[in-house]
């Protein structure tokens, strides 16, 4: 069973900066992609970005684009969230997950829920304005 720890969120001004962490339990080296959720008060979760882990190839969320960059560092086990020129629309909670299986599946595919199999607890990034 693989999980997935999230860490990183707080509370920030419009403008500022924070930078979210997923650290899995296992090698994932053997994950196919991990990508990033949120989810604001009263409303769906939504796609934020994702990354395939072997070569990198990412796709972000057209309100996030520009902003936010997602990294990820193999030693670790980690996938990382940097945001900057934080909204108060971007407050939510943020997830991430793993796609261990559907290898071979599109970027544009990877935005759905569903295509991801392991899912972290979720950090609150709250931004006032």
């Known amino acids: 069973q693989v999980q997935l720890v999230v860490s990183g969120g707080g509370l920030v001004q419009a403008g500022g900066s924070l930078r979210l962490s997923c650290v899995a339990s296992?090698?994932?080296?053997?994950?196919?992609?991990m990508g990033w959720f949120r989810q604001a008060p009263g409303k769906e979760r939504e796609f934020v970005g994702v990354?395939?882990?072997?070569?990198?190839?990412?796709n972000y969320a057209d309100p996030v684009k520009g902003r936010f960059t997602i990294s990820r560092d193999v030693a670790k086990n980690g996938v990382y969230l940097q945001m900057n020129d934080l909204k108060p629309e971007d407050t939510a909670i943020y997830y991430c997950?793993?796609?261990?299986?559907?290898?071979?599946?599109?970027?544009?595919?990877?935005?759905?829920?569903?295509?991801?199999?392991?899912w972290g607890q979720g950090t609150q990034v709250t931004v006032s304005s």
């Open positions: 997950a793993a796609d261990t299986k559907k290898w071979g599946e599109p970027l544009a595919a990877l935005v759905r829920e569903n295509e991801y199999d392991y």
């Open positions: 296992e090698r994932t080296f053997s994950f196919y992609a």
């Open positions: 990354t395939t882990w072997r070569n990198g190839n990412k």
